[in-house]
């Protein structure tokens, strides 16, 4: 009997257990999702201000009201799907700059770390340093932790760069009137631009 009643009581709190890590887990997956549609289509974009690779502070609200700001959230300088994505933009900047649009490419990365991945592939638009993810939290846009990746100097040697956070690729446009008119998790990274630049066109007809 008294085996019985332990196993009894050892089921019993194992199933509440169960119960209060699928609670736990339940609310992390909701509090995500909650984050991820923070802000949605329709709604007035909030106002931010952060610092671009030459150490100048950008505010959203020198740009919406005269032109659409074309946000892109991405997780690291030098690697691969942010490499192609920010040379679709490169390359696709004047037909951008001529439907009224700026480009401006998000990440945790330092300064002087965008500032070597600016050079380094000739961009022509600003890359703004959120190492603490505050603008990307602004917008929903989930943050992870950051850490280690290669960079490359101004001599074509790979070096260490540190980045505060790793933020998820996601693309936000928001129009002239200030309102979100878009924001989407990316899944085709070199594909963006062109994406980007169609969206625009029927932003434009509205």
């Known amino acids: 009997m008294r085996l019985l009643a332990k196993v009894s009581l050892g089921c019993f709190i194992l199933g509440a257990l169960a119960l209060v890590y699928s609670g736990s887990t339940t609310a992390v997956a909701q509090d995500k999702k909650k984050a991820e549609s923070k802000v949605k289509v329709g709604d007035t974009a909030p106002k ?30 030098f690697t691969g799907g942010c490499t192609k994505q920010a040379c679709g933009f490169r390359d696709d900047i004047e037909k951008l700059n001529s439907q009224g ?31 603490k993810g505050e603008v990307a939290k602004l917008f929903g846009v989930p943050v992870n932790k950051g850490g280690k990746s290669p960079a490359i100097d101004a001599t074509g040697k790979t070096v260490p760069a540190d980045r505060g956070v790793t933020i998820a690729r996601w693309t936000v446009v928001v129009d002239k009137a200030g309102k979100v008119a878009a924001i989407d998790m990316v899944g085709d990274a070199g594909g963006d631009a062109k994406r980007i630049a169609d969206m625009v066109k029927k932003l434009d007809t509205k």
């Open 48 to 77: 931010f201000e952060s610092v671009d690779e030459n150490g100048k502070t950008f505010k959203s609200s020198d740009v919406v009201g005269k032109k659409i700001l074309v946000l892109y959230f991405y997780p690291a300088d």
């Open 101 to 131: 649009v700026m480009v401006v490419g998000v990440s945790g990365d330092s300064v002087s770390t965008h500032k070597l991945f600016a050079n380094h592939h000739k961009l022509n638009f600003p890359l703004l340093a959120d190492e």
